[in-house]
């Protein structure tokens, strides 16, 4: 049995123990990619289980994903999974924060854009995310919605708490989220969040589509 669903590590370990008393072998194996990874077959799979259950299914999960990893014990992939998508979100709001930041202090957002990705953060893929949804306004349809993105956190925020680890800026990215819920954003696309920020330091961060296109066009091309 696979388990590809976001869970905490305690319930996954709950199914083990419930399945391996009937006999039935369990991986917690959640993946990462989204409707478009999954589409592609672009996932990857974090694996929590006995190793010898993981390779003898690892070409199952080769079929599912492109990345199946072995992580540890039951539970593992669970962690990983948490780990991974919390980082995620908890970035996504330092991101609205300097952008807002930096086009109030008087840049243009294309070119800030274009001028951060020149440098270490840039090369490594930090601001790539900006270009499909906070620059051109798109947050509908979702890519993955809000109200599951701040399930993830709340997950995360949760195991934190289990293991008496602070979090305070995951849980800040989690106050940030219920509140742009609250304002009914819930099915639209979880960076819609950002727009609160927008909000209160009194200013949009917004570029022309088609430039941006035109951008990573040139880049891909050149």
Not at 25 to 30: G, Q
Not at 124 to 129: I, K, N, Q, V
Not at 190 to 208: H, N, T
């Amino acid at each position: 049995y696979f388990d590809l669903s976001t869970s905490t590590p305690g319930m996954i370990r709950k199914i083990h123990a419930e399945a391996s008393a009937r006999g039935i072998e369990v991986l917690d194996a959640p993946v990462s990619g989204g409707p478009r990874g999954a589409e592609s077959g672009r996932l990857a799979i974090w694996v929590g289980g006995d190793k010898d259950v993981f390779d003898r299914c690892k070409p199952v999960l080769d079929a599912i994903g492109d990345q199946a990893y072995y992580v540890g014990p039951i539970g593992s992939g669970a962690v990983a999974k948490l780990v991974h998508n919390c980082a995620g979100y908890v970035v996504q709001a330092a991101l609205a924060e300097v952008f807002t930041m930096g086009v109030k202090a008087g840049v243009e957002p294309l070119a800030l854009w274009q001028a951060v990705r020149k440098g270490a953060q840039g090369r490594r893929g930090t601001f790539e995310g900006l270009a499909e949804h906070l620059l051109p306004g798109n947050f509908d349809p979702p890519d993955f919605a809000l109200n599951l993105a701040r399930k993830d956190v709340d997950l995360a925020v949760s195991v934190g708490r289990e293991y008496d680890v602070p979090m305070r800026l995951a849980n800040l990215a989690l106050m940030e989220m219920t509140e742009a819920i609250n304002r009914g954003w819930g099915g639209r696309d979880s960076r819609v969040a950002m727009l609160l920020q927008e909000e209160r330091a009194g200013v949009e961060v917004r570029a022309d589509e088609t430039a941006i296109k035109a951008i990573l066009d040139a880049e891909k091309n050149g």
